[in-house]
């Protein structure tokens, strides 16, 4: 099979911008609910600052005016992500906390009940969360959630790490190596649907690695139709992990835009109306 790197050097990213998605501020970081079909993203400043978690309901007149997702709170709150079916989602938040107003950014859990309201969110414990910040949690199909941190330990600024839960509750965590970190600043890791890929968001651009027996391979950039100006940032994989949406800079009056790359996909992303 092609390197994904190759597949994405055949065409230029196409703007992805539903309206009323698509605003002047910044947007960024989607989740398709796999449940109902919502569309859940971030939108913060054109400066990239303030990010919270919005939703939109694909109706009959198409999307909807993006709301707070029902299950926000105080401080910032990012990168969500859908598991088990759609039954709980990952994300990151300064909220209030243990009676702690102002923490860093940490990993947190939401479940929704048999009735399909979501529950009370729980902030994940230490090693998991640091005393420093966490970003964009994504399980990598090998057992271990990936996320970046600035906690003290890593290989440069800020690093990608993973943590692995035992059957008692407890999480392991290490660095996830210098295959996939760089000296500088290194954010995001998404994982392909299959496993076999990792897309890493860094300070330097779009990077991939690929999975082998011996562990992941040493990161390649991708080329300048996704690196164009170093904003892009909160990628998610299709279905078959042939095509990705990302956010990116387009300009003073629009910010934050969502692109999409890759090979097309048929019905994807979904459209709205449905029909």
């Known amino acids: 099979m092609l390197g994904f790197a190759l597949l994405l050097a055949a065409a230029a990213p196409a703007a992805w911008a539903p309206a009323p998605i698509s605003s002047p501020m910044f947007e960024s970081h989607p989740a398709f609910d796999p449940r109902t079909g919502d569309l859940y993203?971030?939108?913060?400043?054109?400066?990239?600052?303030?990010?919270?978690?919005?939703?939109?309901?694909?109706?009959?007149?198409?999307?909807?005016?993006?709301?707070?997702?029902?299950?926000?709170?105080?401080?910032?709150?990012?990168?969500?992500?859908?598991?088990?079916?759609?039954?709980?989602?990952?994300?990151?938040?300064?909220?209030?906390?243990?009676?702690?107003?102002?923490?860093?950014?940490?990993?947190?859990?939401?479940?929704?009940?048999?009735?399909?309201r979501w529950g009370t969110p729980t902030r994940l414990p230490e090693p998991l969360n640091s005393a420093g910040n966490e970003w964009f949690p994504r399980w990598g199909g090998d057992g271990w959630l990936y996320f970046g941190s600035d906690r003290a330990g890593g290989l440069g600024r800020t690093d990608i790490w993973r943590g692995r839960q035992a059957a008692d509750g407890r999480w392991t965590v290490e660095n996830a190596g210098a295959a996939l970190n760089g000296p500088g600043d290194d954010y995001e890791p998404l994982i392909s649907p299959d496993g076999a890929r990792m897309l890493l968001m860094t300070a330097d651009g779009y990077f991939e690695s690929r999975r082998t027996e011996a562990g992941w391979t040493p990161r390649v950039r991708l080329g300048p139709e996704i690196n164009a100006n170093g904003s892009e940032i909160g990628a998610l994989f299709s279905p078959s992990g042939r095509a990705f949406l990302f956010a990116r800079n387009v300009g003073a009056e629009r910010s934050g835009e969502f692109l999409l790359a890759g090979d097309p996909e048929r019905g994807w992303p979904p459209a709205c109306p449905r029909n």
Not at 61 to 72: K, T
Not at 78 to 84: H, T
């Open 41 to 116: 993203f971030v939108r913060s400043s054109p400066e990239f600052r303030g990010w919270r978690i919005l939703v939109s309901h694909c109706a009959p007149s198409g999307w909807s005016v993006p709301a707070d997702a029902p299950f926000a709170g105080d401080g910032v709150e990012a990168d969500l992500a859908f598991v088990d079916g759609g039954r709980t989602a990952w994300f990151i938040s300064t909220r209030t906390s243990d009676g702690v107003r102002g923490r860093g950014l940490d990993i947190w859990t939401v479940t929704r009940g048999p009735d399909g």
